[in-house]
């Protein structure tokens, strides 16, 4: 699947994407008919309450739950239809992953967590300068329990787009730190989407995280809701929770 070429507009297709969790007697319904794009080059908010669909939604679109029924595309592939190989070879190849937890190695220096990645990736960046895009270019040899939680989370998204991804995925990348941290973190994401282009979709319970999108989608109860453009929307440091 590592020749998979995106859409030079959409990047993300899905179409009629249920979800249903078999709790034994309880059958959950996590998602129930979601039709979505992702857009090139877009930054994206999917936002919505705990248990809406949004973590579901985002596992499904990064190839690491599978739908029901429905399908979807990332560029020319249908990735609903992909064997397990071609799975790991999506998410190793085409995309990167930011999740709310830091999920760095204790006994790696930040350069080294990141050089995991690049060590594996057909077009990696350089480890350093992956790190220095997240401005945590002083840090290169310190430990995760050297690092603030915004340092690491820094870290970690260094490490999600070191690979050269062409979409980051964002869960809650906010949701354990503090707001002036999360505003920091958030300019990372944005200067990322700026400068390299990368489609990313993030998702979040924060309202006001939403204002820094190109387009927000509204989940709730696993439907989409609303949708909504920015027609002027506000850059990370300008947000305030």
């Keep these: 699947m590592s020749n998979i070429i995106a859409s030079e507009s959409v990047v993300f297709q899905a179409k009629g994407v249920t979800k249903v969790y078999d709790m034994g007697e309880v059958k959950v319904e996590a998602l129930r008919g979601v039709d979505m794009e992702l857009d090139s080059g877009e930054l994206l908010v999917l936002l919505g309450p705990s248990g809406s669909g949004k973590s579901t939604l985002l596992n499904i ?3 690491l739950d599978t739908v029901t029924s ?3 595309t990332y560029g020319n592939q249908d990735i609903t239809c992909a064997t397990d190989k071609e799975l790991t070879d999506y998410r190793r190849f085409h995309v990167g992953f930011v999740f709310q937890f830091y999920n760095l190695i204790p006994s790696l220096t930040a350069l080294e967590n990141v050089s995991i990645v ?15 895009l997240v401005n945590m270019g002083e840090r290169f ?9 915004g340092e690491q989370q820094r870290v ?9 991804p062409s979409v980051l995925l964002c869960d809650e990348p906010t949701g354990a730190l503090d707001s002036a941290t999360g505003i920091i973190v958030l300019e990372v994401l944005e200067r990322i ?4 282009g990368t489609a990313t979709a993030l998702i979040t319970h924060n309202v006001d995280i939403a204002d820094m ?3 927000v989608i509204f989940l709730n109860d696993g439907l989409i809701s609303n949708e909504r453009r920015n027609e002027h929307k506000k850059f990370a440091r300008e947000l305030h929770w």
């Design 61 to 63: 679109l990064g190839g």
């Design 70 to 72: 429905g399908y979807v």
């Design 118 to 132: 690049t060590e594996i990736a057909p077009n990696p960046m350089r480890p350093e300068e992956a790190l220095k």
């Design 141 to 149: 040899n310190h430990f995760p329990a050297q690092l603030s939680g």
């Design 156 to 164: 970690a998204i260094a490490r999600a787009v070191a690979k050269n």
């Design 193 to 196: 989407n700026r400068e390299l």
């Design 213 to 215: 999108a190109d387009r």
